[in-house]
């Protein structure tokens, strides 16, 4: 179906001008330190990606507090993105200021346990209904093991994936569909990896059936809804469908919940009663430390269990199956996440965020009604955002299909000149523990008038 968009070309690109000269002549600052940074970092950044993720000039970051941060220039910033959720527990929360820095005091790392990793391992277990934990640095890296343990123990190599997915920075993951067939995503990616890659249209089961069918898939791995092309939620019954066909051929299910779970304590896995063989963490769980974590079954922890294997000098495998980092589990980051679970990510700052949630998803839903705009608002818990039609999408493809990244992006230049921060494009907006009414408020205020200025 053909839309006619809200913004006719023309006056998106003067919108769009008018607020680019207005966010570049207010930060000289950040374009100096900018200009300085290109002479030892490409692109002038630590991380190249920082340079494209916003059509503009990034701004050089001064400090956070809570749920908001400024730059260099002075400007204060409403987080409404949270660095893509990896700080949806706010800036600085003191519990983890303080844990972190005693431990740091008290030495940082050892490669030897910390009695905080079996706090966290319980606390986890309880959480997620699975019985065995272990920790990296990234989601990125917790889904790594995911994938090598289901191989092993499946004796299997494929691995299926949903169109719209992201599961991080891993040869494996970084692959798209192309045809019927997968292919490397950016350059710099072997075709073998994606030889081993199936994927599929997210809610559709026909395909699923399809691909698992030859017997050869050792993992599914599934956000319960997807989170990396705006949102896209699970269709009644898709997950139930999923878990039968995933055990009726004998593959193993993980569920990448690296921003799902700022829905519930056990993220979407215990708000929606679902059944999965590992679940895949990172982001916030470590309070702004970098960690990830994985759950496993009895079954695919089974090898982690067995003894070193020794080959005339000590390996560091266990099992022979290739996990672990230097810096896994160390004890920084297992003191950050203690702090976090008990202290931020406690189950009441879940019932409160969710109700913030609400209170978003209900005020933009009344926005766009108030401007006669069919925008469709979806609910889920914290991340509420909505799509620029009349109906919310059931895939990726449809997703794309809807976006309006030009649309997106003059909103992101328009928040950031007035005090909201939105660092992916396709993210939308989502409370963080550390907001309460008057941030939701501020965020809705500023669309009201975003919505009065373009329309
Ligand atoms: N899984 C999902 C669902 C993600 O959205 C991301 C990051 N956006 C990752 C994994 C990887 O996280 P990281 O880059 O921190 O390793």
Redesign the pocket.
């Known amino acids: 179906r053909a839309r006619r968009p809200v913004l006719d070309p023309t006056r998106l690109a003067f919108l769009t001008g008018r607020e680019e000269q207005r966010f570049l002549a207010d930060r000289p600052r950040s374009l100096a330190l900018l200009d300085r940074a290109r002479a030892h970092m490409p692109g002038g950044v630590p991380m190249a990606w920082m340079t494209a993720m916003h059509g503009h000039p990034p701004v050089f970051a001064a400090e956070g507090d809570g749920a908001w941060f400024t730059d260099v220039d002075g400007h204060r910033y409403l987080d409404m993105n949270q660095a ?3 700080m949806n527990v706010g800036f600085g929360p003191p519990a983890v200021v303080a844990a972190v820095a005693d431990r740091m005091r008290r030495g940082s790392q050892f490669m030897l346990p910390t009695e905080d990793a079996i706090w966290c391992a319980e606390e986890l277990a309880e959480r997620w209904e699975l019985p065995y934990w272990q920790f990296t640095l ?4 917790a ?1 790594t093991e995911i994938i090598r343990l289901a191989r092993h123990v499946s004796g299997r190599d494929k691995i299926l994936m949903f169109d719209g ?5 891993i040869e494996d993951s970084l692959v798209i569909m192309a045809g019927n067939g997968v292919k490397p995503e950016l350059y710099g990616l072997s075709d073998a990896a994606a030889s081993r890659a199936r994927m599929v249209p997210f809610n559709d089961l026909d395909a699923v059936d399809r691909a698992l069918a030859p017997r050869d898939v050792a993992l599914c791995i599934v ?1 319960p809804a997807l ?2 092309v705006g949102v896209v939620m699970p269709a009644e019954g898709f997950h139930q469908g999923l878990r039968e066909l995933t055990e009726h051929y004998g593959t193993f299910l993980a569920l ?5 779970q700022i829905a519930s304590p056990g993220g979407l896995k215990r708000l929606w009663n679902l059944e999965a063989d590992a679940v ?1 963490l ?2 916030t769980i470590g309070g702004g430390v970098p960690i ?1 974590a994985y759950g496993l079954s009895e079954t695919l922890a089974q090898p982690l269990k067995q003894p070193p294997v020794m080959q005339g000098a000590p390996m560091e495998s266990v099992g022979g199956v290739a996990t672990g980092g230097t810096l896994y589990g160390n004890a920084l980051s297992m003191a950050a996440c203690r702090a976090a679970l008990s202290q931020v990510l406690t189950p009441q700052g879940f019932v409160r965020t969710a109700a913030l949630g609400a209170q978003l998803a209900d005020g933009l839903a009344g926005l766009f009604a108030a401007g006669s705009l069919d925008w469709q608002v979806h609910r889920l818990t914290s991340r509420s955002g909505f799509t620029f039609a009349d109906h919310l999408p059931r895939n990726a493809a449809e997703a794309r299909e809807l976006a309006q990244p030009g649309l997106y992006r003059l909103l992101r230049l328009w928040m950031a000149n007035r005090g909201v921060w939105e660092s992916v494009a396709t993210a939308g907006p989502t409370v963080s523990f550390a907001m309460a009414e008057a941030e939701v408020e501020f965020y809705l205020e500023r669309m009201r008038e975003f919505l009065g200025d373009i329309l």
Do not use: Q, V
């Not at 990234?138 to 890296?141: E, Q, R, V």
């Not at 997915?165 to 920075?169: C, L, S, T």
């Open positions: 893509d959720l990896s990234s989601a990125s890296g889904n997915k992201y599961h991080g920075h956000e989170t990396n990448d919940e690296t921003h799902t895949g990172g982001k990830g």
